[in-house]
């Protein structure tokens, strides 16, 4: 089946420490992969994503490169912001189930501390 | 940019009490829109798929007669909860698709359910 496993959080860290939350997969077809982002009090949004194999997606300072043989789409920030405190929800669609039909992890809460 | 209007933002009911959670596209219409639960520490998994005008498609394991779903009009899909126990206590959220494809999912800021 399709599923998405995630680092456990949460993940605290001080301004400007570099970032990664770790994401990895498993599915039966060939997916799409995305990062949203849920800050306090607002619906999920679309971060970045990667259609294919080796593609990069990158938004707001934020990168994540999918990587096919090790089934995995880190994210990953160089200097974070206070700003950055949310949760992160890594994803998966299959070409042919609906590019809306996603498969959720189960989410990283993210503090980043002044 | 589209916005999903998701209310109560939280909610606190008896065991045995039906809840009903809304969720409205503001500024687009949505003839399909999805609802998901999550549970601590677990994925966000897909319930079902509202449609406008015809029934919800239910995913596997998801008792229908439970989570009673509604897509009244365009912008208008509610997710009831009936006869609510403590086991249904849960994050729900819903989103829907936009954008000029639809190729874009948007979200509403979910429903903290607990049951008592």
């Known amino acids: 089946g399709n599923s998405v496993t995630q680092m456990e959080g949460p993940v605290t860290l001080s301004e400007e420490a570099f970032l990664t939350i770790n994401c990895t997969y498993t599915?039966?077809?060939?997916?799409?992969l995305f990062w949203y982002v849920q800050y306090p009090g607002e619906g999920l949004q679309l971060l970045l994503k990667?259609?294919?194999?080796?593609d990069k997606g990158s938004n707001k300072g934020f990168e994540a490169t999918y990587r096919k043989e090790t089934t995995s789409f880190h994210l990953e920030k160089g200097s974070v912001q206070v700003s950055d405190s949310a949760v992160y929800f890594c994803?998966?669609?299959?070409?042919?189930?609906?590019?809306?039909?996603?498969?959720f992890g189960q989410g990283t809460r993210l503090t980043i501390n002044p | 940019g589209a916005v999903v209007s998701q209310h109560p933002s939280w909610v606190i009911c008896k065991s045995g009490t039906s809840v009903k959670i809304e969720c409205r596209s503001l500024?687009?219409?949505?003839?399909?829109m999805f609802w998901y639960r999550q549970f601590p520490k677990q994925s966000l998994m897909l319930m079902a798929t509202s449609n406008e005008g015809s029934k919800a498609t239910y995913e596997q394991g998801v008792e229908k007669d439970k989570f009673l779903i509604n897509h009244a009009s365009l912008t208008l899909s509610t997710l009831t909860v009936t006869s609510a126990h403590p086991e249904d206590s849960s994050f729900y959220i819903c989103?829907?698709?936009?954008?000029?494809?639809?190729?874009?999912?948007?979200f509403g800021s979910g429903t903290q359910l607990s049951v008592l």
């Open positions: 990667a259609t294919k194999a080796d």
């Open positions: 989103s829907a698709p936009g954008g000029v494809f639809n190729e874009k999912l948007f």
């Open positions: 500024d687009f219409q949505a003839t399909t």
């Open positions: 599915a039966t077809g060939y997916p799409s």
């Open positions: 994803a998966l669609s299959i070409a042919g189930q609906g590019a809306q039909k996603l498969v």
